[in-house]
T-cell receptor, first 112, second 114 residues
Framework: DADVTQTPRNRITKTGKRIMLECSQT?????MYWYRQDPGLGLQLIYY???????NKGEISDGYSVSRQAQAKFSLSLESAIPNQTALYFC???????????FGSGTRLTVV | GENVEQHPSTLSVQEGDSAVIKCTYS??????FPWYKQELGKGPQLIID?????GEKKDQRIAVTLNKTAKHFSLHITETQPEDSAVYFC?????????????FGTGTQLKVEL
């Protein structure tokens, strides 16, 4: 089984709909992150959490919200999806400072 | 905040040749520089990293160099093989009170041709 699991893998939704992307990890890491990937723009940080009671905004948090339900679970919500939120979304974890991230396989979201 | 620039955006090499990808960063407080490889349909995977107290690090055909004075670091792949074809991302971490938040470059699409 994957260390970082994202669901769904692909999703098509309509403008204005609420959608939740889920991430779970078996790494035992405290730190979790949500990134968005667009062609030519690299990876942009949406939200991050250093423990269950800690939630922080990243570079592009507008239009998104998150919930850290447990150490192993970190979900990303789009309250009212819009077409320019069409992108590839990645969840990542890390054990602490000075360590690299472990990424999930991504969720490809299309808003029509 | 930190800004990371990565060049080139695309790179095509012949199998067996070397490939070099370069990144610059803006914040002199950055102290950790990982490199990720992303294959089609997969998430980025850490392939090598370097910390600011080291100038060079090697792992088989992959090496990373860091020049703190110039604020740039590079990924070197020798004897390239078709399976090296992927998108490569550099990143830099700034040491802040909150810790471990990476800023990524925009990626390099590497194509190794037979």
């Amino acid at each position: 089984d994957a260390d970082v699991t994202q669901t769904p893998r692909n999703r098509i939704t309509k403008t204005g709909k609420r959608i939740m992307l889920e991430c779970s990890q078996t790494k035992g890491h405290d730190r979790m992150y949500w990134y968005r990937q667009d062609p030519g723009l690299g990876l942009q940080l949406i939200y991050y959490s250093f423990d269950v009671k800690d939630i922080n905004k990243g570079e592009i948090s507008d239009g998104y919200s998150v919930s850290r339900q447990a150490q192993a679970k970190f979900s990303l919500s789009l309250e009212s999806a819009i077409p320019n939120q069409t992108a590839l979304y990645f969840c990542a974890t890390s054990p602490g400072q000075g360590y690299g991230y472990t990424f999930g396989s991504g969720t490809r979201l299309t808003v029509v | 905040g930190e800004n990371v620039e990565q060049h080139p955006s695309t790179l095509s090499v012949q199998e067996g040749d070397s490939a070099v990808i370069k990144c610059t960063y803006s914040d002199s407080a950055s102290n950790y520089f990982p490199w990720y490889k992303q294959e089609l349909g997969k998430g980025p995977q850490l392939i090598i990293d370097i910390r600011s107290n080291v100038g060079e690090k090697k792992d088989q055909r992959i090496a990373v160099t860091l020049n703190k004075t110039a604020k740039h670091f590079s990924l070197h792949i020798t004897e390239t093989q078709p399976e090296d074809s992927a998108v490569y991302f550099c990143a830099a971490r700034v040491r802040t009170g909150g810790g471990n938040k990476l800023t990524f470059g925009t990626g390099t699409q590497l194509k190794v041709e037979l």
